[in-house]
């Protein structure tokens, strides 16, 4: 039987009910600043936090065996609007009670699995794993080199480069988003923090980001970034 499912082509890294969020009162678009090209510009939230075929299956992934037409290679997007339906009614009901009852614990159970999709859907991470995968790489290829005392490859390594295979980052991503349990872990770290919300009571408004949680070290240890959730004195700057 064949799996019908719409296609989505243009995929939020962020949720678009998220974004919406941070629309002006009767408007319908919001400022962006390209950090790649550096300049300013405004447009409508469907250009905006949104990539073709993010979250697809690559084809060569796949078992050729099994039709493409008949299976959902597009399962975790649409995983993901499910989650992002939920995350949107459970925010709603916070934010309308926060300033009369503050967080509560439920508050906290409920969106902190969120928290940890939203830090490991988008772009940011996904370079994150290609990155450290290199990293690791070229580590390992510097101490068999010492080890093996290859004569033709230069000591300082300055011509040596390490590439990792961006699909397999992808799947790497992938893995984790549809990871219950490494989801759980992370979110239990999460509550363990001292939770604070921010009311904006001036005219300037908040920024959207396209990575919105983001972790700030306050701790200094040589060799060591002390950016994980559970790592001491983080600060995590969630849906801002």
Not at 125 to 145: G, I, P, S, T
Not at 194 to 209: A, C, D, E, K
Request: charged share 25%; glycine share 6%; hydrophobic share 35%.
């Amino acid at each position: 039987m064949k799996i019908k499912q719409q296609r989505t082509k243009r995929q939020h890294t962020v949720p678009r009910s998220h974004l919406e969020r941070f629309l002006p009162p009767g408007g319908n678009t919001l400022w962006v600043f390209d950090k790649v090209k550096k300049n300013t510009y405004e447009t409508t939230l469907p250009n905006i936090a949104v990539e073709n075929g993010f979250y697809d299956i690559p084809s060569n992934f796949t078992d050729p065996r099994y039709p493409r037409e008949e299976y959902d290679y597009q399962f975790l997007e649409h995983g993901l609007g499910e989650k992002e339906g939920q995350f949107k009614q459970d925010l709603d009901a916070f934010l309308a009670e926060v300033q009369t009852k503050g967080i509560t614990q439920m508050n906290r159970a409920m969106l902190a699995p969120f928290m940890v999709i939203q830090w490991l859907r988008g772009r940011e991470h996904r370079e994150r794993v290609r990155q450290q995968r290199e990293k690791l790489a070229m580590v390992k290829l510097k101490e068999q080199c010492r080890l093996k005392n290859y004569p033709e490859i230069p000591a300082d390594f300055d011509s040596v480069t390490v590439k990792y295979n961006p699909l397999l980052a992808a799947a790497e991503q992938m893995h984790l988003l549809i990871d219950g349990d490494y989801i759980e872990k992370k979110a239990t770290e999460l509550l363990k923090h001292i939770w604070l919300v921010g009311i904006n009571t001036t005219m300037q408004p908040f920024y959207i980001s396209d990575t919105p949680v983001v972790k700030i070290p306050n701790v200094l240890a040589p060799g060591r970034s002390l950016t994980g959730f559970g790592s001491q004195g983080v600060e995590i700057v969630p849906l801002s």
